[in-house]
T-cell receptor, first 114, second 114 residues
């Protein structure tokens, strides 16, 4: 049982490049989300999904796109990377779309934008 | 609006002593409250949650937290600290009556000194 798997673990981009962070879970969770972690700011929600075909914006969605075509996968796309998007990104899933269940986190993806 | 505050960036405690990591919150309705722990270069791990019921919640690794509605607090405690408890701790809240997703605090670095 792998849980939540994120790839890649590390990535360096140049300003203006695009890329996709992959997230997959094997727990059949309906709820999936993407957070970014910056020093002194905790975790901030980027986008989330309560099921296949359903996505919504979180606190800091600008510059990021998501889609949810299957229950298992929830990729995060950076359309045109900016230095302000340098961060550690975490994908998380939960059995509860109502916000009362624990979140299961991936190991994180460290992104540097030059 | 919902918010959560962790007033201490850093907490140091001697091994074997009791530890407390503080958390206060603000919501309009009833709160759902969570504690997560993050070890270096890892994703967050769930410790415990308060949804309803008994104000004293017991969680993983001997941790517990007390929900205090009048003081809007949800402090994390452990009777006897271990060096292995050294990590970054996050409090999180969601307002039961809101469509908002989980809001995380900025984190408290706990160091247990041998």
């Amino acid at each position: 049982n792998a849980g939540v798997t994120q790839t890649p673990k590390f990535q360096v981009l140049k300003t203006g490049q695009s890329m996709t962070l992959q997230c997959a879970q094997d727990m059949n969770h309906e709820y999936m989300s993407w957070y970014r972690q910056d020093p002194g700011m905790g975790l901030r929600l980027i986008h989330y999904s309560v099921g296949a075909g359903i996505t919504d914006q979180g606190e800091v969605p600008n510059g990021y796109n998501v889609s949810r075509s299957t229950t298992e996968d929830f990729p995060l796309r950076l359309l045109s990377a900016a230095p302000s998007q340098t961060s550690v990104y975490f994908c998380a899933s939960s059995y509860s779309p109502l916000g009362i269940g624990e979140l299961f986190f991936g190991e994180g993806s460290r992104l540097t934008v030059l | 609006a919902q918010s959560v505050a962790q007033p201490e960036d850093q907490v140091n405690v001697a091994e074997g002593n009791p530890l407390t990591v503080k958390c206060t919150y603000s919501v309009s309705g009833n709160p759902y409250l969570f504690w997560y722990v993050q070890y270096p270069n890892r994703g967050l791990q769930f410790l415990l949650k308060y949804i309803t019921g008994d104000n004293l919640v017991k969680g993983s690794y001997g941790f517990e937290a007390e929900f205090n509605k009048s003081q809007t607090s949800f402090h994390l405690k452990k009777p006897s600290a271990l060096v292995s408890d050294s990590a970054l701790y996050f409090c999180a809240v969601r307002d039961e009556g809101s469509a908002r997703q989980l809001t995380f605090g900025s984190g408290t670095q706990l160091t247990v000194l041998p």
